[in-house]
């Protein structure tokens, strides 16, 4: 992972879409932001909450996300 590759390393920095949660900042230093990027997704539509499909113990299920924090491995 890129956290392994800093705490190593094996790189000094590391530059590229980077969502920032509290998980991450307990690893590696931040930076102010460089580039600030809108991030989206699409849900069916008559839906009125964000959700994205995710896989928990073998099934797919609907899960409620607000923050990158609520989805980790989807950054």
């Known amino acids: 992972s890129r956290e392994q590759r800093l705490q190593s390393g094996d790189v000094d920095i590391v530059v590229g ?7 991450r900042e307990e690893k590696v230093d931040f930076s102010a932001p460089y580039l600030i990027t809108d991030q989206g997704m699409m849900v069916y539509t008559g839906d009125d909450e964000e959700r994205a499909l995710v896989e928990e113990n073998g099934k ?10 609520d989805f980790p491995d989807g950054t």
Request: proline share 6%; no cysteine; net charge positive.
């Open 17 to 23: 879409s980077y969502s920032i949660t509290t998980e």
């Open 60 to 69: 797919s299920i609907r899960k409620k996300i607000k923050d990158p924090e």
